[in-house]
T-cell receptor, first 111, second 114 residues
């Protein structure tokens, strides 16, 4: 069946450095790719999303890139801050209600 | 505006008891999902509701699990005869429409079965 692989599972960076999380999807019909941030004790919150007709999207310190040929998409966080520490999930959807989630990346930003 | 509200936030129950978990979605959102998240794990799809259509129950792990959505709004997830392996965080999410629409999650109900 369809799946989404997410790497790395844990990531530690120094404050101010950049962090990159990568996801690879198997369903070539996927056309919507959201990213969620989950802080301790809370539900996941959407931070950015991208659709298949766009190669890159930015929102302040956060950006997502999509490579449809290679079937992967990545989250880039620049100038990381301690409050960026959380678990990040990627997901893929082929335009239906079904989302396939990655297994999550625990990001630690070291002060 | 108000987000997705789940109650209770924490529930401790004894093995064999039944539990009910409640979800109040964002007003106007037609789609509603339940997911399960075990400690340190990803999101496991349980069930999906869309308007008056028949729900997709394909993710429910056993017949001890059931859910309903009344009036196209509030949803209840019921677990009968709870087992220790049911211990997890149960997350509810809603979205404005059923496709390519961001999911808005509640903070979940942490269920502990002793």
């Amino acid at each position: 069946g369809e799946n989404v692989e997410q790497h790395p599972s844990t990531l530690s960076v120094q404050e101010g450095d950049s962090a990159v999380i990568k996801c690879t999807y198997s369903d070539s019909a996927s056309n919507y790719f959201p990213w969620y941030k989950q802080e301790l004790g809370k539900g996941p919150q959407l931070i950015i999303d991208i659709r298949s007709n766009v190669g890159e999207k930015k929102d302040q310190r956060i950006a997502v890139t999509l490579n449809k040929t290679a079937k992967h998409f990545s989250l880039h966080i620049t100038e990381t801050q301690p409050e960026d520490s959380a678990v990040y999930f990627c997901a893929a959807s082929r335009g239906t209600y079904k989302y396939i989630f990655g297994t999550g990346t625990r990001l630690k930003v070291l002060a | 505006g108000a987000g997705v509200s789940q109650s209770p936030s924490n529930k401790v129950t004894e093995k064999g008891k039944d539990v009910e978990l409640r979800c109040d979605p964002i007003s106007g959102h037609t789609a509603l999902y339940w997911y399960r998240q075990s400690l340190g794990q990803g999101l496991e799809f349980l069930i999906y509701f869309q308007g008056n259509s028949a729900p997709d129950k394909s993710g429910l792990p056993s017949d001890r699990f059931s859910a309903e959505r009344t009036g196209g709004s509030v949803s209840t997830l019921t677990i009968q005869r709870t087992q220790q392996e049911d211990s997890a965080v149960y997350l509810c999410a809603s979205s404005f429409r059923s496709y390519n629409s961001p999911l808005h999650f509640g903070n979940g109900t942490r269920l502990t079965v002793t």
